[in-house]
């Protein structure tokens, strides 16, 4: 399948391989140091790394400079940019800003209501809804055009993704709302945390009948637990998010102090059944403030080494 853009993402994803992205979210300073730790802690074990874009409407250092300086140090990074904050002109200059500095991801997304943050008392914008965004970055790349009209001279080739959560209710419209996304012009998708695999297998049963798996590449999220407390928090405070209770039964059962080795193992468990899955493009592994552990993850599940793309 032939690329369009320089991402080594797309080319891993068009070459059949397997891919494996990981994400890391920026620190609340000006001090770079704590993103750039972290993406060396990835390096060599994941193809790309996506950067977070004031998760939950907390303000922290922007994903756009935290994805320059994973570049200049030779890591690939996916610029995550919500429509919260932005209006159409800002949404667009950030886009030309990525890709003058050689950023050729992009994942849209809403982003958290305010009120969840640190501003809860700030403006939100939704100029664009994440549709819209996905279809901006492709109206931009493959005409070359603003959304005003005007020519783009040189335009930016970004390859796109969204996000999709198979266990949102209702659940009948989440093969139909991926559908819509495809349409729009994403052309990866990482989904939700990926605990009820029985469900996930549903949701895929349905993107494959709808032929969805053909025309996008979709890597399951993998979040790997640290302790029955964490898995009872997620379940229960966290939208879409699914914890079967046989899960936390499981972490329950094991010692407090080996519960995370135990998460890790569940974590390896969980992507050797998706890896059975049709339609199953790669990984898409947040471990959220434990990086240092998604190599073992990476090696014990066979995704290691990485491949190496010219």
Not at 8 to 15: D, N
Not at 65 to 92: T, Y
Not at 144 to 155: N, R, S, T, Y
Not at 235 to 256: C, F, S, T
């Amino acid at each position: 399948m032939e690329t369009v853009t320089d991402s080594k993402l797309e080319k891993i994803l068009k070459s059949g391989q397997l891919a494996v992205t990981s994400e890391c979210g920026p620190p609340r300073s000006a001090d770079p140091e704590p993103i750039i730790k972290k993406g060396e802690m990835l390096r060599n074990h994941v193809d790309a790394v996506n950067i977070t874009d004031n998760q939950t409407s907390v303000t922290r250092l922007c994903s756009l400079a935290s994805c320059i300086h994973l570049k200049l140090i030779g890591l690939e990074p996916v610029l995550q940019m919500v429509v919260r904050d932005r209006n159409r002109i800002a949404l667009q200059s950030d886009i030309l800003g990525a890709a003058s500095h050689g950023i050729n991801n992009i994942l849209c997304l809403s982003g958290d209501h305010q009120s969840f943050g640190d501003h809860p008392q700030s403006q939100n914008v939704f100029d664009l809804d994440s549709m819209q965004l996905i279809q901006t970055v492709r109206y931009m790349r493959d005409e070359g055009k603003f959304l005003g009209g005007d020519e783009i001279k040189v335009p930016p080739k970004m390859f796109v993704g969204a996000a999709a959560n198979p266990f949102a209710d209702p659940f009948s419209i989440r093969v139909p709302r991926l559908a819509k996304k495809l349409a729009a012009g994403a052309e990866f998708i990482q989904t939700q945390c990926v605990y009820n695999l029985e469900k996930f297998e549903l949701w895929m049963k349905g993107v494959r009948e709808r032929g969805l798996d053909k025309k996008l590449f979709i890597l399951p999220g993998i979040t790997p637990l640290r302790s029955a407390g964490m898995a009872k928090f997620l379940r229960k405070n966290v939208p879409g998010m699914d914890v079967p209770e046989e899960l936390i039964k499981r972490m329950e059962g094991v010692d407090k102090k080996d519960q995370a080795d135990e998460g890790i193992t569940i974590a390896i468990e969980t992507i050797q059944r998706l890896k059975e899955i049709d339609g199953v493009a790669g990984f898409h592994i947040m471990a959220i403030e434990w990086e240092q552990k998604v190599p073992e993850i990476v090696e014990r599940a066979g995704l290691y080494p990485r491949p190496v793309i010219e």
